[in-house]
Structures are given as structure tokens and as C-alpha cells.
T-cell receptor
């Protein structure tokens, strides 16, 4: 079982460039999430989805967009990258609050 | 809305000593509580969870946590730590009707020989 797979694992962007991070899960989970992790700040929710075709804003959505066209995939886009978006990005999925989340291994993004 | 406070950013401890990582939460409704562990350069792994019932919850790798509703706490404990327990630990809370986890800032456990 692959669980939650994130691609790419590492990326360096120049300020103003765009990119898309892909999250794929093979557990048939309804809910998917994108978090960013910064030192001393824990994980902060960027966007999430409660089902195919739905998305919602989290705690820190500015500068990011998401899409959930297929149940198994959740894409995170940066239209114009900024140095403040340098972070480690984690995708997670679950079938409900009681089960806890399954996390991907993360994408380390550096914006220069 | 829920919030989580992890009271220690770093906890150094010698191998085979006991450890407690502290977590307090705030919520106006019933909650589910979780502890996750993150080893260097890896994703987060579920350590244990409290949903209901017994307030003492046992997890993987010999960890346990106790839910205290009156003190709104969910402290993580291990009676004897190993070098391999060196990692960052995150406490998280979710309300019963929601599907969003709110995380604390994390506690780095450093086990020394």
C-alpha cells in the first residue's frame, strides 16, 4: 500500500515562478488536506477538501490554490512563488475525524 | 474553534529516563485528541489517539497519554526512553463534528546517551 504519495520531494523555485504539488492517496479517503510546516509553528492548514470537486480555505490560504478533480488526487498550486512560501508541505488524508490522518512524506520547497 | 499549546519546545532527557511531553487544548465542545511523531526528514506518524472511554490511552513504541478533561490536558509519557525516540512530537485536536486537525507547535525530544 502506497498510502499518501507526494511529488515532487524537493523543488527550488525563483520568485515569481509557478508550480503544482501533487498529492495522491490510494485509500479511498474522502477528506484531503494541505499543510505547511515551519520551524516552531507546527503544521498550519492551507486548504482542504471534504470530497471530490470540493475545496475550502484553511488557516493560511493566501498565495495558494487547490483542485480536487479526482477523489484520489489533491493538487496545490503556487501561481507566483514568494520567499515566504519556503517551507515543507505535507499532504494528508482521512475518512473521518475518529481515524486520524495519514500523511505523505512531504515536499521541501525553497523559493529564492 | 480549537487550539493546542505544547508547553515545551524542546525536552532533553537521558536514555532510559522517563519523559513527559505536555499538551493543553482549548475547546468549547467535545474533542478527539491525537499525538503524532515526526522522525527527521519524514512525514507524521500517528502515535496514539483519544476518542472516548478510558482516559489512559496506550500507543505504539511504549508511549501512553492521559486525557484530563478538567485540566484540558493530554500529556504524553514514556517510562523509559531510547535513543531512537529522538524526534519531534505533535499534539493535535479535532472536534467531534469536524474533520480538521489543529496542531500544536511541536516538542523536540532529544534523548542523550
Amino acid at each position: 500500500n502506497a498510502g499518501v504519495t507526494q511529488t515532487p520531494k524537493f523543488r527550488v523555485l525563483k520568485t515569481g515562478q509557478s508550480m503544482t504539488l501533487l498529492c495522491a492517496q490510494d485509500m479511498n479517503h474522502e477528506y484531503m488536506y494541505w499543510y505547511r510546516q515551519d520551524p516552531g509553528m507546527g503544521l498550519r492548514l492551507i486548504h482542504y477538501s471534504v470530497g471530490e470537486g470540493t475545496t475550502a480555505k484553511g488557516e493560511v490560504p493566501d498565495g495558494y490554490n487547490v483542485s480536487r478533480l479526482k477523489k484520489q488526487n489533491f493538487l496545490l498550486g503556487l501561481e507566483s512563488a514568494a520567499p515566504s512560501q519556503t517551507s515543507v508541505y505535507f499532504c494528508a488524508s482521512t475518512n473521518g475525524a475518529r481515524g486520524g490522518y495519514t500523511f505523505g512524506s512531504g515536499t521541501r520547497l525553497t523559493v529564492v | 474553534a480549537q487550539s493546542v499549546t505544547q508547553l515545551d519546545s524542546q525536552v532533553p532527557v537521558f536514555e532510559e529516563a522517563p519523559v513527559e511531553l505536555r499538551c493543553n487544548y482549548s475547546s468549547s465542545v467535545s474533542v478527539y485528541l491525537f499525538w503524532y511523531v515526526q522522525y527527521p526528514n519524514q512525514g507524521l506518524q500517528l502515535l496514539l489517539k483519544y476518542l472516548s472511554g478510558s482516559t489512559l490511552v496506550k500507543g505504539i513504541n511504549g508511549f501512553e497519554a492521559e486525557f484530563n478533561k478538567s485540566q484540558t490536558s493530554f500529556h504524553l509519557r514514556k517510562p523509559s526512553v531510547h535513543i531512537s525516540d529522538t524526534a519531534e512530537y505533535f499534539c493535535a485536536v479535532s472536534d467531534e463534528n469536524g474533520n480538521k486537525l489543529v496542531f500544536g507547535a511541536g516538542t523536540i525530544l532529544r534523548v542523550k546517551s
